[in-house]
C-alpha cells in the first residue's frame, strides 16, 4: 500500500520537476555519503568568479545542481519549494517551456552572481586581510596597492587563492525565479510562513522576499548570494512581464 502511494505521489509530479529533484538529490547524497568527492564537486562544478582558475563555462549551469551536504535544509527548502510552485507552473505552462524558464531563471542568477564578485572581490579580499592583521581598511588597501604595483608574487597568489575561494552553490536563484512566477500567475492566493498561521498574498510576500534579499545582501553579513536570488528573481520577472504582454502569462505557445 505504501509502495503504490509513494509511485502514485512520484507519477503526478510532472517530468521536469521530478527530474530536477531527483538529479539534486542524488548528488546531494553522494557529497553527504561521500565528504571527500565533496569537495571535488564543489571545485569542479560549483560557480566561481570569472577570473579564478578554478572557473570554467558549464558552471553557470551546473552550479544548480550542488548543495552543500552539512546544510540539508538548503537542499530541502529548494527541493520542497521546486516541488510545491514547480509542479504547478509546469502543469500550465508545458514543460518544454517551464524547462527554459527554470534555466534561464538559474544562469541570470550566476550572470549577477558574476557581476556583484566583479565589483566587490577586491574589497572583500582587503577587508578580510586587514581584520586578520587587526589593522584598518585603509591601511591594508594602501598595502595591498603597493604590493600589486610591484608585481609582488606573493600577494599574486594569496590573490588567486582568493579568487578560487569565492564559489556559489545552489538551486536558490532559479527557485527564487519560480516563486515569483508563481506569485505572477496566481498574485492573490494566500500562502503562510512557516511558524506564523496568517496567510499573505502571493504577491505581497514576494516583494517581502526581493526587499529581505536585497538589504541582507548589501549588509553582506552571511556566506548566502542573496544577489543570485535577486538576479534569478530580476530574470524571471523580465520573461514573465514579456509573457503577460503576449497573452500567455497563464498558458499557450510563447515560440
Known amino acids: 500500500m505504501f509502495h503504490n502511494r509513494l509511485s502514485g505521489f512520484a507519477a503526478s509530479i510532472p517530468p521536469v520537476t521530478k527530474n530536477l529533484i531527483i538529479i539534486n538529490l542524488i548528488i546531494w547524497v553522494v557529497e553527504a555519503v561521500f565528504p571527500r568527492f565533496s569537495t571535488t564537486i564543489v571545485n569542479v562544478l560549483g560557480l566561481h568568479f570569472i577570473s579564478a582558475s578554478h572557473f570554467n563555462p558549464a558552471q553557470i549551469v551546473t552550479y544548480l545542481f550542488i548543495h552543500d551536504p552539512g546544510t540539508p535544509f538548503h537542499v530541502f527548502f529548494n527541493m520542497f ?8 507552473l509546469e502543469r500550465i505552462w508545458g514543460s518544454r517551456r517551464f524547462f527554459v524558464f527554470y534555466f534561464v531563471c ?6 549577477v552572481q558574476e557581476g556583484v564578485w566583479a565589483l566587490t572581490w577586491m574589497n572583500d579580499y582587503i ?21 600589486l604595483a610591484a608585481d609582488d608574487p606573493g600577494f599574486t597568489s594569496a590573490i588567486a587563492s582568493f579568487k578560487n575561494m569565492m564559489v556559489t552553490i545552489g538551486a536558490s536563484g532559479a527557485v527564487f525565479g519560480i516563486i515569483l512566477g508563481f506569485a505572477f500567475v496566481f498574485p492573490d492566493r ?3 510562513l512557516f511558524f506564523i498561521p496568517v496567510p499573505i498574498k502571493a504577491k505581497y510576500m514576494m516583494i517581502g522576499y526581493g526587499v ?16 543570485a536570488h535577486l538576479g534569478g528573481m530580476l530574470f524571471a520577472l523580465v520573461i514573465l512581464l514579456y509573457w503577460k504582454k503576449k497573452g500567455i502569462l497563464r498558458g499557450g505557445n510563447f515560440y
Open 81 to 88: 519549494t521546486l516541488w510545491m510552485f514547480g509542479s504547478l
Open 127 to 147: 577587508d578580510a586581510i586587514a581584520r586578520q592583521n587587526g589593522i584598518t581598511f585603509a591601511h591594508m588597501k594602501e598595502v595591498v596597492e603597493q604590493a
Open 190 to 192: 494566500p500562502l503562510y
Open 106 to 111: 538559474g544562469i541570470g542568477a550566476a550572470l
Open 212 to 227: 529581505i534579499e536585497f538589504f541582507l545582501g548589501v549588509a553582506g553579513k552571511d556566506m548566502v548570494a542573496h544577489f
